[in-house]
C-alpha cells in the first residue's frame, strides 16, 4: 500500500485540513481491512489518530466525481457495476472487486458525503433527499449497460436508485444484485435506533459483527466514527417503501448463512421486486459475509455480469426488438395515410 507523502507546512488553510481529513480517514479505513492481528489494529488506530492531529500536509488524490470512485477506468468496457456500501461503509469496502471483475466490466463504487473522501461534509440523514441525488449522479452514466449491487443499506438505495431512473429516464439496470437486506416491503418503520445511548449503540454494532473490535475498544477513534454511523442509522430508520410496479430486470439475493439479521425467508421476499425469476445465493459467513466469501460470490456475480455484457445483448437505452416494432408501425402507418388518398381517386 502506497501511503500518502507527508510535509510540514507552518500556513494551513480549511481546504488543506480538509485534505488531510480525507487522506486520513481512507488511509485509516484500509489498514483496519488488511490488518486482521488485534495488535496490528490497536498501533494503526495509535498512529492514524496521531497524524490527524498533527499540522501535515498531504498529496491530495482528485476524483472527477466525488459521488463515484472508478479505481480502474476502462474504455473498453461493455458494462458498468454500481456498488453500493453498507452503513457506515464508503467506497474502500469494494476496493478489491475492479480487479476480480471480468475485464468487460468497469466498476463504480458509491461515495456518500461524511466518509473517507468525503469526510468533512455532512452526511444525509434522512433517505428522500439522499436518494434523488444519488439518481441524479447515476443518470449520467446511462450510456453503458449497467448493473447495481448493495448491500445492507446499499440495497435499499441500489433498490431504490433503479425505481427512479426508470421513472426519470426510462432505463433499469440489466441486473440489481442485493445483499444482507430484506425485502423492502417488509421493513419495520420506527426501529428507534437513533435513540439508543452510544453503549447501547455500539453493544448493536458488536453484534453485527462489522466494526473492528480495536475500533469499538477505541473510545477515541470511536467519537470521530459515531456521527457517522447514528446518521447512517438514522437514513435506514427514515426508509418508507411506497408500493409500485415491479422492476423489469433481474433481482439476485444474497445472504449470510448465519446473519442474525436477515434470514432466507426475508430475501426470498425480494421475489415480488421484479418481473423475473428471483435468484437466491447462500454464503458462509454472518451479515457481512461480502468479506468472508468475497471470492465465491466475485464469481457468481461476475459470471451473471459476463452474460449480460456479451455483445449479443442489446443496450438497455436502445432495446432493438422494440425499436424495429416501433419503426415498422411508423412507416405502415405513414406510409397508410399517404396512398390512401390516392387508392381512392385510383378506384
Known amino acids: 500500500m502506497k501511503m500518502a507523502a507527508y510535509s510540514r507546512n507552518t500556513e494551513h488553510t480549511e481546504e488543506t485540513r480538509s485534505t488531510q481529513r480525507v487522506l486520513f480517514t481512507e488511509q485509516a479505513i484500509a489498514l483496519f481491512s488488511v490488518c486482521s492481528v488485534p495488535p496490528l489494529r490497536s498501533l494503526c488506530c495509535a498512529v492514524l489518530y496521531y497524524f490527524k492531529n498533527r499540522h501535515l500536509t498531504m498529496i491530495n488524490v482528485t476524483y472527477p466525481d466525488p459521488w463515484l470512485k472508478c479505481p480502474r ?62 439518481a441524479q449522479t447515476m443518470a449520467q452514466f446511462t450510456d453503458l449497460p449497467f448493473a447495481f449491487y448493495g448491500h445492507s443499506m446499499g440495497a435499499l438505495i441500489a433498490f431504490e436508485a433503479a425505481r427512479l431512473l426508470r421513472t426519470w429516464r426510462g432505463v433499469e439496470p440489466l441486473h440489481l444484485f442485493v445483499s444482507g437486506c430484506p425485502a423492502p416491503q417488509s421493513i419495520p418503520v420506527g426501529r428507534g435506533r437513533c435513540a439508543q445511548s452510544d453503549t447501547q449503540f455500539i453493544e448493536e454494532l458488536r453484534q453485527l459483527n462489522g466494526t473492528p473490535a480495536a ?19 438514522a437514513l435506514c430508520d427514515s426508509y418508507r417503501y411506497v408500493d409500485g410496479q415491479p422492476l423489469s430486470c433481474p433481482i439476485t439475493a444474497f445472504g449470510g448463512r448465519r446473519d442474525p439479521q436477515v434470514s432466507t425467508a426475508q430475501l426470498t421476499e425480494w421475489r415480488h421486486q421484479t418481473k423475473r425469476p428471483l435468484r437466491q445465493g447462500m454464503f458462509a459467513g454472518d451479515h457481512f459475509f461480502l468479506h468472508d466469501a468475497l471470492k465465491p460470490l466475485i464469481q457468481m456475480v461476475g459470471g451473471l455480469l459476463r452474460r449480460h455484457a456479451s455483445p449479443r445483448d442489446p443496450s438497455p437505452l436502445q432495446p432493438a426488438w422494440p425499436l424495429l416494432q416501433d419503426a415498422a408501425r411508423y412507416f405502415t402507418t405513414a406510409a397508410a395515410e399517404r396512398y390512401q388518398p390516392a387508392v381512392g381517386l385510383a378506384g
Open 73 to 134: 477506468p476502462s474504455p473498453n468496457a461493455r458494462l458498468r457495476l454500481f456498488c453500493f456500501p453498507y452503513a457506515g461503509g464508503g467506497a474502500s469496502v469494494f476496493r478489491a472487486w475492479p480487479q476480480l471483475m471480468p475485464p468487460e466490466v468497469e466498476v463504480r463504487i458509491l461515495q456518500l458525503p461524511g466518509r473517507e473522501s468525503r469526510m468533512g461534509e455532512e452526511p444525509f440523514r434522512c433517505f428522500t433527499p439522499m436518494i434523488h441525488a444519488v
Open 215 to 233: 475500533l469499538l475498544e477505541n473510545q477515541e477513534l470511536m467519537q470521530l466514527f459515531l456521527p457517522l454511523l447514528r446518521a447512517d442509522f
